[in-house]
């Protein structure tokens, strides 16, 4: 979930959230909010000096008297755009300690002692716009560290691929998913809940290739630092709750929550590399100290792996109420993804994601025209069937990603059925658990093939099929109703 580049020292901090300018502020007249921007950056001068570390406080501007003009507010010369630029710098510059060089490069004169909150992301903002309200956090963030032209701590804590999944592949966004009516012990239904993640993921995927394409065609890519974390997983085994109830007793739940991943490109770097040491978060600021060549005055529990790699043959995980221990090497993951490939194929493109594992093939077959009425299912709904009939274009647009809804089965359902479902000729989704499926009304959620939806009018149609997909018989239900 957290980004962040470092093209050095970290004299500017901007923590990136998302919000709009409160409405007291927003009243304001700009002169009047700029003061106020001053006022905060003071506020935050004193509380680094009472706060921060000796080695961290040298390099804060001294607080005597008339420090950092602070008795010369309205002679500062604030242009509009820092109201909703946070990487403008207002202070005029200030005399500071001797700087330290990193690399070749030597810390500016200026001193920014201004840590800007931009945009701060409330629940109520979250609960509103979901996923596609990160996207612009992290492309804001991409963006000023593309154009830094000083050393900087880029920081933006982005919830993604994180829950609600919205986003599809192609970062289109689809409504709110409901939520499912199956028991949680259903594979198919948590399944389908993995393949939304999926989803959503390969859209994080793309934002995360953005900032590595934007920082290549700037100045800053050789020299800069960039850190690509997540604070949590997420589990997903049939019965188990995803994260907020841990089970001590499940450790493939817990690997799944408490192993994460750290991508990390260091300044100067030539090539892609591997290092399979085990790793815990707070080993992230001993490799950008030893990377900036600062001394926060700190002593770390953390170790740079890049030039050490302790001896962790466990790890001690916590959770409110409780602690275990785990395996740290790689065996575990690699169970995992082992485990996930069952249901869809990792080394897959993008329409697998839609194709459970085992019902790959059934995505090539070719229905036949004149197909007789089903004698077993009588119909069928699709809960989204009004998004279907105009799918959106372009970032943001609106259009489905699944069938979710209801089947009517007159009598029991063959063991070999599976659901088809057809749109503009070719089969777009599959339903395995129509499969011995029981008299009566049974929901259903299935994922629809992402290349399938381009922009306009759909119209799905449910075919039941019984065999293999080698030699199928079809037998159709109809358009949903």
């Given at each position: 979930?957290?980004?962040?580049?470092?093209?050095?020292?970290?004299?500017?901090?901007?923590?990136?959230?998302?919000?709009?300018?409160?409405?007291?502020?927003?009243?304001?007249?700009?002169?009047?909010?700029?003061?106020?921007?001053?006022?905060?950056?003071?506020?935050?001068?004193?509380?680094?000096?009472?706060?921060?570390?000796?080695?961290?406080?040298?390099?804060?501007?001294?607080?005597?008297?008339?420090?950092?003009?602070?008795?010369?507010?309205?002679?500062?010369?604030?242009?509009?755009?820092?109201?909703?630029?946070?990487?403008?710098?207002?202070?005029?510059?200030?005399?500071?300690?001797?700087?330290?060089?990193?690399?070749?490069?030597?810390?500016?004169?200026?001193?920014?002692?201004?840590?800007?909150?931009?945009?701060?992301?409330?629940?109520?903002?979250?609960?509103?716009?979901?996923?596609?309200?990160?996207?612009?956090?992290?492309?804001?963030?991409?963006?000023?560290?593309?154009?830094?032209?000083?050393?900087?701590?880029?920081f933006a804590h982005v919830l993604l691929?994180?829950?609600?999944?919205?986003?599809?592949?192609?970062?289109?966004?689809?409504?709110?998913?409901?939520?499912?009516?199956?028991?949680?012990?259903?594979?198919?239904?948590?399944?389908?809940?993995?393949?939304?993640?999926?989803?959503?993921?390969?859209?994080?995927?793309?934002?995360?290739?953005?900032?590595?394409?934007?920082?290549?065609?700037?100045?800053?890519?050789?020299?800069?630092?960039?850190?690509?974390?997540?604070?949590?997983?997420?589990?997903?085994?049939?019965?188990?709750?995803?994260?907020?109830?841990?089970?001590?007793?499940?450790?493939?739940?817990?690997?799944?929550?408490?192993?994460?991943?750290?991508?990390?490109?260091?300044?100067?770097?030539?090539?892609?590399?591997?290092?399979?040491?085990?790793?815990?978060?707070?080993?992230?600021?001993?490799?950008?100290?030893?990377?900036?060549?600062?001394?926060?005055?700190w002593d770390f529990d953390g170790t740079?792996?890049?030039?050490?790699?302790?001896?962790?043959?466990?790890?001690?995980?916590?959770?409110?109420?409780?602690?275990?221990?785990?395996?740290?090497?790689?065996?575990?993951?690699?169970?995992?993804?082992?485990?996930?490939?069952?249901?869809?194929?990792?080394?897959?493109?993008?329409?697998?994601?839609?194709?459970?594992?085992?019902?790959?093939?059934?995505?090539?077959?070719?229905?036949?025209?004149?197909?007789?009425?089903?004698?077993?299912?009588?119909?069928?709904?699709?809960?989204?069937?009004?998004?279907?009939?105009?799918?959106?274009?372009?970032?943001?647009?609106?259009?489905?990603?699944?069938?979710?809804?209801?089947?009517?089965?007159?009598?029991?359902?063959?063991?070999?059925?599976?659901?088809?479902?057809?749109?503009?000729?070719?089969?777009?989704?599959?339903?395995?658990?129509?499969?011995?499926?029981?008299?009566?009304?049974?929901?259903?959620?299935?994922?629809?093939?992402?290349?399938?939806?381009?922009?306009?009018?759909?119209?799905?149609?449910?075919?039941?099929?019984?065999?293999?997909?080698?030699?199928?018989?079809?037998?159709?239900?109809?358009?949903?109703?």
């Amino acid at each position: 979930d957290d980004i962040a580049n470092g093209g050095g020292s970290g004299v500017e901090a901007t923590t990136t959230t998302s919000s709009p300018v409160p409405e007291d502020q927003a009243a304001l007249p700009a002169g009047r909010r700029a003061d106020y921007g001053v006022f905060s950056r003071d506020v935050m001068v004193v509380l680094g000096h009472k706060l921060l570390p000796k080695g961290l406080r040298s390099r804060l501007p001294v607080i005597d008297e008339g420090w950092g003009g602070f008795g010369a507010n309205n002679n500062v010369d604030i242009e509009s755009s820092e109201l909703t630029s946070p990487d403008t710098t207002s202070p005029k510059p200030i005399p500071t300690p001797t700087l330290p060089v990193i690399g070749a490069t030597t810390l500016p004169k200026k001193f920014s002692d201004t840590v800007v909150e931009s945009k701060k992301n409330t629940v109520r903002r979250w609960e509103a716009d979901g996923a596609k309200s990160q996207v612009p956090v992290a492309e804001d963030m991409i963006s000023r560290a593309a154009r830094s032209s000083i050393p900087t701590l880029h920081f933006a804590h982005v919830l993604l691929p994180h829950r609600p999944w919205q986003l599809t592949p192609d970062m289109r966004t689809t409504r709110f998913v409901s939520t499912d009516k199956r028991d949680a012990t259903v594979e198919d239904r948590v399944r389908d809940e993995y393949q939304a993640f999926l989803a959503q993921y390969v859209a994080t995927d793309s934002i995360v290739l953005k900032l590595v394409t934007d920082m290549k065609k700037s100045a800053n890519w050789d020299r800069t630092m960039i850190i690509v974390t997540a604070d949590h997983g997420l589990a997903f085994e049939p019965g188990e709750s995803k994260r907020k109830d841990i089970n001590p007793e499940r450790t493939d739940t817990l690997e799944e929550i408490y192993r994460t991943p750290l991508f990390v490109k260091f300044p100067g770097q030539q090539g892609a590399a591997v290092n399979d040491c085990p790793t815990h978060g707070y080993d992230v600021m001993p490799m950008v100290v030893n990377v900036t060549g600062l001394d926060a005055g700190w002593d770390f529990d953390g170790t740079d792996v890049t030039k050490k790699c302790p001896s962790r043959p466990v790890r001690t995980i916590w959770w409110n109420g409780g602690k275990t221990t785990l395996t740290s090497d790689g065996g575990a993951a690699v169970t995992t993804a082992r485990r996930f490939d069952k249901w869809v194929d990792a080394d897959g493109d993008v329409d697998s994601i839609a194709k459970p594992a085992g019902f790959g093939d059934w995505f090539d077959v070719v229905v036949p025209a004149g197909a007789t009425r089903d004698t077993q299912v009588s119909r069928w709904t699709n809960r989204d069937i009004t998004s279907f009939r105009l799918v959106g274009d372009g970032t943001f647009a609106a259009t489905p990603m699944q069938f979710d809804g209801t089947i009517v089965a007159a009598s029991r359902v063959d063991d070999d059925a599976v659901g088809l479902v057809v749109m503009d000729n070719r089969v777009v989704a599959v339903i395995p658990e129509l499969a011995a499926m029981r008299p009566g009304t049974s929901p259903y959620r299935s994922m629809v093939l992402p290349s399938a939806l381009t922009p306009g009018r759909h119209d799905p149609v449910l075919y039941v099929a019984r065999g293999t997909p080698a030699s199928a018989t079809l037998t159709l239900v109809g358009p949903p109703g």
